[in-house]
């Protein structure tokens, strides 16, 4: 086993998903299961080989600095659980 | 029957002004509500909007403006692809209830192009499957059974056109998603270049393998459809700037000299004896025709999919993150912040999306992401390598899409079990490469597909070859007994 029922809920918690406990364990039963099928990229040596990212021979692509129309605020908010006064409104972070 | 109409032959007809694109639209929405409640391709149709968009075009034409390329042509999106106003929801709980305030480009474009949005097809939550089973709203059927699925993620769109429901429809390719449904509904499929068609608007899944392209009912269809929405984009910075040949100039160029490399571990044990023999009875048909077809060998093959499922599921985890519940789509409600976050997720998605998000977050986690994330990296290029030599010697490569045909609703339960159907296809997506899938034989009555991938940007190429296959085989014609071919509507009643 690669990953313990410990492990899956601190992976959890990093996702900001919660899950019951014989979720938990199931979750932990087929995550071991990919991850003991990916093992097989250690039969692979790739000390020298740069990873790929993407594919594309493209590098820091830029525009020029030029104020463009964006998405208006009104637009931005349509689909807003909630807001309020132009902005998104969510539960209060500071006491 | 006008809804069994190919893109070119509907474009033929209103040009000669036999039949009007409202007279084409309706059909087509007759045909939806004919079939689609035992297929259950779309998830949102758009009667109205597409009744009125159809009667535009025609004031259009008989005004005598110039018409553009696709107009008054009905079509069906994968409802991960942003269109303005109309539900776009994933099939995800999470985003049942989102409009977007935008197009995606390749919307825009198809707009621009006169097409006729009828509506928004069914996948599985995310893109995340190969099946659409895992949809949170239904499982779309295959029409040639409605036993068996469609395959996935692209399902919807693939059963749509197969079921001629629309001329034409749009899917997302991000491991086979694409390819393997049009493989399963016998129709045509292309993931095009990795950078050919703008990402812009296409609800990011995994971005480094991403991306948007065709489903049509023949080769010369798919074509058109390509010269519609392969244009470089600003707006997403991994298109790429370059010209868009006319993809049906070279359609009847014919395959003659063509190398077509066959790499023997595509017809390894993994692959059904009947899609073997289907996809090399092809090879023949093409190697008659003047191809020059050479067995190769593309050792790294095997490690696709351990590849793709700590990629994707690490993009895919960092993408996903954006659905907390503060800007669109669903919101538990609770008491503080975080436990709003946690909530709004662990409700709005469902568990493959939570199975790739955690796989994803583990793979990068502090500890983990040299040996999951960076060797899949690293691995990732020896695959694209291994692709770019066999390239230096061949002009295309020929594989079966998927290594079985459509199998029933309801019988692959394990996830790992379902990530090994796309065998065939995820090597395509982490090398960029263009590939198209056709239908090449039927096995007890279900569609085999045939793979051809070829080298960057030669969509062309892959096209010329497909359309030669397909004059000669005349296999495209088939229709599943759903739509009734041979027997005159009328008579049915």
Same mark, same amino acid.
């Given at each position: 086993?690669?990953? #313990?029922?410990?492990?899956?809920?601190?992976?959890?918690?990093?996702?900001?998903?919660?899950?019951?406990?014989?979720?938990?364990?199931?979750?932990?039963?087929?995550?071991?299961?990919?991850?003991?099928?990916?093992?097989?990229?250690?039969?692979?040596? #790739?000390?020298?080989?740069?990873? #790929?990212?993407?594919?594309?021979?493209?590098?820091?692509?830029?525009?020029?600095?030029?104020? #463009?129309?964006?998405?208006?605020?009104?637009?931005?908010?349509?689909?807003?659980?909630?807001?309020?006064?132009?902005?998104?409104?969510?539960?209060?972070?500071?006491? | 029957?006008?809804?069994?109409?190919?893109?070119?032959?509907?474009?033929?007809?209103?040009?000669?002004?036999?039949?009007?694109?409202?007279?084409?639209?309706?059909?087509?929405? *007759?045909?939806?509500?004919?079939?689609?409640?035992?297929?259950? /391709?779309?998830?949102?149709?758009?009667?109205?909007?597409?009744?009125?968009? =159809?009667?535009?075009?025609?004031?259009?034409?008989?005004?005598?403006?110039? !018409?553009?390329?696709? %107009?008054? @042509? $009905?079509?069906?999106?994968?409802?991960?692809?942003?269109?303005?106003?109309?539900?776009?929801?994933?099939?995800?709980?999470?985003?049942? +209830?989102?409009?977007?305030?935008?197009?995606?480009?390749?919307?825009?474009?198809?707009?621009?192009?006169?097409?006729?949005?009828?509506?928004?097809?069914?996948?599985?939550?995310?893109?995340?499957?190969?099946?659409?089973?895992?949809?949170?709203?239904?499982?779309?059927?295959?029409?040639?059974?409605?036993?068996?699925?469609?395959?996935?993620?692209?399902?919807?769109?693939?059963? %749509?056109?197969?079921?001629?429901?629309?001329?034409?429809?749009?899917?997302?390719?991000?491991?086979?998603?694409?390819?393997?449904?049009?493989?399963?509904?016998?129709?045509?499929? !292309?993931?095009?270049?990795?950078?050919?068609?703008?990402?812009?608007?296409?609800? =990011?899944?995994?971005?480094?393998?991403?991306?948007?392209? &065709?489903?049509?009912?023949?080769?010369?269809?798919?074509?058109?459809?390509?010269?519609? @929405?392969?244009?470089?984009?600003?707006?997403?910075?991994?298109?790429?700037?370059?010209?868009?040949?006319?993809?049906?100039?070279?359609?009847?160029?014919?395959?003659?000299?063509? *190398? @077509?490399?066959? &790499?023997?571990?595509?017809?390894?044990?993994?692959?059904?004896?009947?899609? *073997?023999?289907?996809?090399?009875?092809?090879?023949?048909?093409?190697?008659?025709?003047?191809?020059? /077809?050479?067995?190769?060998?593309?050792?790294?093959?095997?490690?696709?999919?351990?590849?793709?499922?700590?990629?994707?599921?690490?993009?895919?985890?960092? +993408?996903?993150?954006?659905?907390?519940?503060?800007?669109?789509?669903?919101?538990?409600?609770?008491?503080?912040?975080?436990?709003?976050?946690?909530?709004?997720?662990?409700?709005?998605?469902?568990?493959?999306?939570?199975?790739?998000?955690?796989?994803?977050?583990?793979?990068?986690?502090?500890?983990?992401?040299? %040996?999951?994330?960076?060797?899949?990296?690293?691995?990732?290029?020896?695959?694209?390598?291994?692709?770019?030599?066999?390239?230096?010697?061949?002009?295309?490569?020929?594989?079966?899409? =998927? $290594?079985?045909?459509?199998?029933?609703?309801?019988?692959?339960?394990?996830?790992?079990?379902?990530?090994?159907?796309?065998?065939?296809?995820?090597?395509?997506?982490?090398?960029?490469?263009?590939?198209?899938? !056709?239908?090449?034989?039927?096995?007890?009555?279900?569609?085999?597909?045939?793979?051809?991938?070829?080298? $960057?940007? =030669?969509?062309?190429?892959?096209?010329?070859?497909?359309?030669?296959?397909?004059?000669?085989?005349?296999? @495209?014609?088939?229709?599943?007994?759903?739509?009734?071919?041979?027997?005159?509507?009328?008579?049915?009643?």
């Amino acid at each position: 086993m690669k990953l #313990t029922s410990k492990e899956v809920a601190h992976v959890a918690s990093l996702a900001r998903l919660e899950m019951a406990e014989d979720e938990m364990e199931k979750f932990a039963g087929q995550l071991n299961a990919i991850l003991e099928f990916a093992d097989k990229l250690n039969r692979l040596e #790739t000390k020298d080989i740069l990873p #790929t990212a993407h594919v594309l021979p493209l590098n820091n692509v830029f525009r020029e600095d030029r104020v #463009t129309p964006g998405l208006e605020s009104k637009a931005a908010l349509l689909n807003a659980p909630e807001a309020e006064e132009g902005m998104f409104r969510v539960p209060r972070v500071i006491e | 029957m006008l809804e069994q109409c190919t893109v070119a032959e509907a474009l033929e007809r209103l040009e000669k002004k036999e039949i009007s694109a409202l007279e084409l639209t309706e059909a087509a929405l *007759r045909r939806v509500e004919a079939v689609d409640e035992s297929v259950k /391709a779309f998830v949102t149709v758009t009667k109205n909007e597409a009744l009125a968009a =159809a009667a535009l075009v025609d004031a259009k034409r008989l005004s005598g403006e110039a !018409m553009p390329l696709l %107009a008054g @042509i $009905p079509m069906a999106l994968k409802d991960n692809l942003c269109t303005k106003g109309v539900l776009t929801t994933c099939s995800s709980k999470i985003l049942d +209830n989102f409009k977007p305030p935008y197009d995606a480009t390749a919307v825009e474009l198809l707009r621009d192009a006169g097409a006729v949005l009828l509506g928004k097809t069914n996948l599985d939550e995310f893109a995340m499957g190969s099946s659409t089973e895992n949809s949170a709203f239904f499982t779309t059927r295959n029409p040639w059974d409605l036993e068996r699925v469609p395959g996935g993620s692209s399902g919807g769109s693939a059963a %749509a056109v197969a079921a001629d429901e629309v001329c034409f429809a749009l899917g997302s390719d991000t491991g086979g998603s694409i390819r393997q449904p049009a493989a399963f509904c016998g129709v045509v499929g !292309m993931k095009p270049t990795y950078g050919r068609v703008s990402r812009y608007g296409l609800i =990011a899944f995994a971005s480094s393998l991403d991306q948007i392209g &065709p489903f049509t009912k023949d080769v010369r269809d798919c074509a058109i459809v390509m010269n519609a @929405i392969a244009r470089y984009d600003a707006r997403d910075t991994t298109s790429v700037p370059m010209e868009t040949p006319d993809y049906t100039a070279q359609l009847s160029g014919g395959v003659k000299g063509l *190398r @077509i490399g066959v &790499p023997q571990e595509y017809f390894a044990a993994g692959i059904d004896q009947d899609v *073997r023999n289907a996809v090399q009875q092809a090879l023949a048909v093409l190697v008659a025709l003047g191809a020059e /077809a050479e067995e190769i060998s593309l050792p790294h093959t095997d490690y696709g999919i351990a590849v793709y499922y700590l990629i994707a599921p690490a993009e895919a985890s960092s +993408n996903l993150a954006r659905y907390d519940g503060v800007q669109y789509g669903y919101r538990a409600e609770a008491d503080n912040l975080l436990e709003m976050y946690q909530k709004t997720r662990s409700r709005g998605f469902g568990s493959e999306v939570k199975r790739r998000i955690m796989l994803g977050t583990y793979a990068l986690s502090s500890g983990y992401y040299d %040996a999951y994330y960076l060797k899949a990296s690293q691995v990732r290029t020896l695959i694209k390598q291994e692709f770019a030599e066999a390239f230096k010697k061949f002009d295309l490569i020929l594989t079966p899409t =998927a $290594p079985s045909t459509a199998f029933p609703v309801g019988t692959v339960e394990d996830p790992l079990t379902m990530y090994l159907n796309d065998i065939c296809t995820i090597p395509v997506n982490l090398a960029g490469l263009p590939a198209l899938s !056709m239908p090449c034989g039927f096995v007890n009555n279900l569609p085999v597909g045939l793979q051809l991938i070829g080298k $960057p940007f =030669a969509e062309a190429t892959i096209l010329r070859a497909a359309y030669a296959y397909e004059q000669h085989s005349g296999l @495209i014609k088939q229709k599943p007994a759903l739509s009734g071919k041979g027997v005159p509507q009328d008579e049915q009643i």
